[in-house]
């Protein structure tokens, strides 16, 4: 079954980090461009940032309010993506949600909670 | 950034009855490569959202033919033929033209 499983996600303070993960089957996920797209509580979506996949180059790109703070990187052995979060704010409190590169696969999101 | 704006934001339809939602971006979605990197999603309550169209007119696989998606340059639009119960949902536009891609605020369908 083709499918994205994100994990992760949790509660923490400001300032603080963490890890979310996403397990891909069903597809090749070495040549796949991935994403990461978060949505707020009640909000719309947001294109957080993107990464190439390894034959493109495997460069990454990120929204101006997570560069700097937020890293995308893939282990292809595990056919994985996964989102370093860093210096996180309040405003970072979403869904994330791992998707392939053109949005036309999502997971079901994980949410992380950003509160002192 | 290119801003997309949608109208309405708001979209009460009868069943059975047509329902279109617009959407507008800043500036030309025209890629160098000639296509037009416009997609729509639909957004269920309490579901990840899916994609129905890309390339502005292409409908993804198992998305019903009531679906149809139109425009070019700057404008575009969904057209729902006939709406049933199970569209209502939130539906968003985003560009993947330029980096960063960016969503309309989205449209909320829902039933009269």
């Known amino acids: 079954e083709v499918q994205l499983v994100e994990s992760g996600g949790g509660l923490v303070k400001p300032g603080g980090s963490l890890r979310l993960s996403c397990a891909a089957s069903g597809f090749t996920f070495a040549n796949a461009w991935m994403s990461w797209v978060r949505q707020a509580p009640g909000k719309g979506l947001e294109w957080a940032g993107l990464?190439?996949?390894?034959?493109?180059?495997?460069?990454?790109d990120y929204a101006a309010p997570v560069k700097g703070r937020f890293t995308i990187s893939r282990d292809d052995s595990k056919n994985t993506l996964y989102l370093q979060l860093n210096g996180l704010k309040t405003e970072d409190t979403a869904v994330y949600y791992c998707a392939t590169g053109a949005l036309g696969l999502w997971g079901r999101g994980t949410l992380v909670t950003v509160s002192s | 950034d290119v801003v997309m704006t949608q109208s309405p934001l708001s979209l009460p339809v009868t069943l059975g009855q047509p329902a279109s939602i617009s959407c507008r971006s800043s500036q030309s979605l025209v890629y160098s490569d000639g296509n037009t990197y416009l997609s729509w999603f639909q957004q269920r309550p309490g579901q990840s959202p899916r994609r129905l169209i890309y390339?502005?007119?292409n409908r993804d696989s198992g998305v019903p033919d009531r679906f149809t998606g139109s425009g070019s340059g700057t404008d575009f639009t969904l057209k729902i033929s006939r709406v049933e119960a199970e569209d209502v949902a939130v539906y968003y536009c985003m560009q993947g033209t330029h980096w960063p891609f960016t969503f309309g605020p989205g449209t909320k369908v829902d039933i009269k």
């Open positions: 390339k502005v007119s």
């Open positions: 990464i190439k996949s390894k034959p493109d180059g495997g460069t990454t």
